[in-house]
């Protein structure tokens, strides 16, 4: 019997630390649970951009704001633009990276309120008189129109631009049938192709456009908005926490926001 009782006792024993170490192993997860991890690419001034080792930008700065009122620790992912969305849900929990509401993303991700309305550019040679005057989308859409077939123009893969460029039906957009994208992974490299004389124009964001415009002599921005356009933050569909949580923060918060953008636009 004593036998017997000291085996009941160390099962009842091994069954209590099993117990704890489950509490302990949950408790673990609700901890990692506030490390709240944002996938960017951080080669977008002014919205994202790496200053040394820290991330910047407006929307860097709006997640780090965020975090911080909600008791979450910030873990940037800085990954190509057209990784971001299909990241959230699998590796990330948000998308920050001047992200355009659109359809297609509304398939595989959800959208907080947006914080900012933006607008494609056209980016073109300082030297270059083909736009100049200009004041209506039809104008310039007529003059691109005008190009020989097969001119490239660049732009940022995964981008507005590129659908604009091409066409698509979920973003609305009828494309240039003589016109061909070239595709970079940063608006960088796309505006460096332009000057070198490998393509025509560059399609990008008008807040990327005016960064690189105000820094280099050697290209201008046509001041014609080609598009109207909404940024939001992609969250993962299947987190309706997080996503009410940040757009009841958004709302509460829009002096803070607007402040974060003068900051780098200036008011």
């Given at each position: 019997m004593k036998k017997i009782t000291k085996i009941i006792v160390c099962i009842a024993i091994i069954a209590i630390m099993a117990t704890v170490g489950a509490v302990a192993f949950t408790a673990c997860n609700k901890t990692s649970d506030k490390t709240l991890t944002v996938a960017t690419n951080a080669a977008f001034?002014?919205?994202?951009?790496?200053?040394?080792?820290?991330?910047?930008?407006?929307?860097?700065?709006?997640?780090?704001?965020?975090?911080?009122?909600?008791?979450?620790?910030?873990?940037?992912?800085?990954?190509?633009?057209?990784?971001?969305?299909?990241?959230?849900?699998?590796?990330?929990?948000?998308?920050?990276?001047?992200?355009?509401?659109?359809?297609?993303?509304?398939?595989?991700?959800?959208?907080?309120?947006?914080?900012?309305?933006?607008?494609?550019?056209?980016?073109?040679?300082?030297t270059d008189t083909t736009f100049d005057g200009l004041t209506t989308v039809a104008q310039v859409e007529a003059k691109l129109g005008d190009y020989a077939a097969n001119t490239k123009i660049g732009v940022q893969n995964g981008t507005t631009g590129l659908y604009y460029v091409e066409g698509d039906e979920d973003w609305g957009f009828d494309g240039f049938t003589n016109l061909k994208a070239t595709g970079y992974t940063t608006v960088a490299l796309a505006v460096q192709d332009l000057i070198a004389g490998n393509v025509a124009a560059v399609v990008v964001d008008e807040g990327p456009a005016s960064v690189l415009a105000s820094s280099n002599s050697n290209i201008k921005v046509i001041n014609v908005a080609l598009t109207e356009e909404e940024y939001a933050f992609a969250v993962d569909k299947a987190d309706t926490e997080l996503l009410n949580t940040l757009n009841a923060w958004i709302a509460a918060n829009q002096t803070k926001i607007n402040a974060i953008i003068s900051e780098y636009f200036g008011a």
């Open positions: 001034p002014p919205f994202e951009f790496k200053d040394g080792d820290a991330f910047k930008g407006i929307d860097m700065d709006i997640m780090a704001a965020f975090a911080s009122d909600n008791g979450y620790t910030l873990k940037i992912e800085d990954m190509e633009f057209d990784s971001v969305v299909a990241s959230v849900g699998t590796t990330t929990k948000i998308g920050a990276a001047a992200l355009t509401v659109n359809e297609t993303r509304k398939k595989t991700v959800n959208f907080s309120t947006s914080y900012y309305n933006a607008s494609q550019k056209l980016i073109v040679k300082a």
